[in-house]
């Protein structure tokens, strides 16, 4: 009876945590549900390169009043004729494409303006609330929260942050289980603060599908929301789709995480060449951020899209020099 007695009484402290960790979660999740809009397509081509590609449903957050939707590129790779987002409300609307991020792997949606005096309108009137990706911490509990299973209550999955500054500095990384259908949702932490917008990324490739297979080995991503709203949400507005900027040059692979950034060849007619940069070159700056390693140059590179200006300091045969030049499409192969 008494080791009975002392089992119960140690079971039951935690017992009482996973209660209290369950209306924990639940409440973080209904703190953001109200701007989870679960998108609905129709149509489109049934196959995408080897994949057959269906209509169903997918989750995006809606940022604002005015109707703009930020989800993941992934959820439109089968071109569909037809977008229904379906609100918290359960009004329905029909949207556009306004623009894809196809180097972040976002797509922007637009549909008509909220009723300024609906209860949704008023839900979402404060400001998106989101953490800065400096706040986040290795090892702190993350939630991942969609609507593409039941429109009336969210899917939910549990995890922790497990890494920032992932895919090229692109993504903050979790363990959460993270696929097909929550692309488009939100990663928030324990109190309900977003922290990410869950997308598929892959580090060799910038195809819209790549990244998804990483599912099945437990690596979610997403792109910060500092990100989503400082770096890529005012390009998308503008209606224009972003490509990831191509340079021309190559780095050490065998030493990309510890190596000097030392340039191992430069393609023949890409920017870096025509702006004069040779194998051997070491890079020390771009755009007036130090460079220490061949892994910052590559962090710092790949997030750029195509059109933009890198100004770039260098060392050759011990001499400082610079040059800058624009980036271009990523050639075709």
Not at 127 to 134: D, E, F, H, I, W
Not at 198 to 210: G, Y
Not at 214 to 221: K, Q, S
């Amino acid at each position: 009876m008494y080791r009975i007695a002392c089992f119960i009484f140690c079971l039951l402290p935690p017992l009482l945590l996973l209660a209290d960790d369950t209306e924990n979660i639940r409440s973080a999740a209904a703190a953001v549900s109200p701007r989870l809009v679960r998108i609905e397509t129709i149509g489109g081509h049934e196959k995408v390169g080897s994949e057959f590609a269906n209509e169903g449903t997918s989750t995006g957050i809606l940022l604002d009043k005015d109707g703009f939707v930020i989800t993941a590129a992934f959820n439109f790779l089968h071109n569909p004729s037809s977008v229904l987002l379906r609100f918290s409300d359960n009004t329905k609307k029909v949207a556009k494409i306004i623009a894809t991020d196809r180097n972040r792997m976002l797509a922007l949606l637009k549909t008509e303006p909220l009723d300024a005096a609906s209860p949704l309108a008023a839900a979402i009137t404060p400001p998106l609330n989101y953490r800065s990706k400096n706040s986040l911490k290795v090892g702190e509990r993350c939630i991942v929260v969609g609507t593409a299973l039941s429109p009336g209550e969210p899917n939910i999955a549990l995890g922790i942050i497990s890494g920032k500054d992932r895919i090229w500095g692109k993504a903050v990384q979790t363990d959460a289980a993270i696929g097909p259908n929550n692309y488009g949702g939100a990663i928030v932490d324990g109190n309900g603060q977003f922290i990410a917008l869950a997308v598929p990324l892959s580090m060799t490739s910038n195809d819209v599908a790549a990244g998804a297979e990483l599912y099945d080995a437990g690596v979610g991503l997403g792109i910060s929301l500092e990100d989503i709203f400082q770096i890529a949400l005012p390009k998308l507005k503008e209606g224009k789709d972003l490509e990831a900027g191509y340079s021309g040059f190559g780095l050490k692979d065998n030493r990309v995480f510890i190596g000097e950034a030392i340039l191992d060849g430069v393609a023949a007619g890409s920017p870096a060449e025509k702006a004069g940069l040779k194998a051997g070159d070491k890079i020390i700056s771009l755009n007036g951020q130090e460079i220490r390693s061949c892994l910052e140059l590559a962090m710092l590179i790949r997030k750029c899209y195509t059109g933009e200006k890198i100004q770039l300091k260098y060392l050759r045969d011990g001499k400082e020099m610079q040059t800058e030049f624009e980036t271009v499409p990523v050639p075709k192969k």
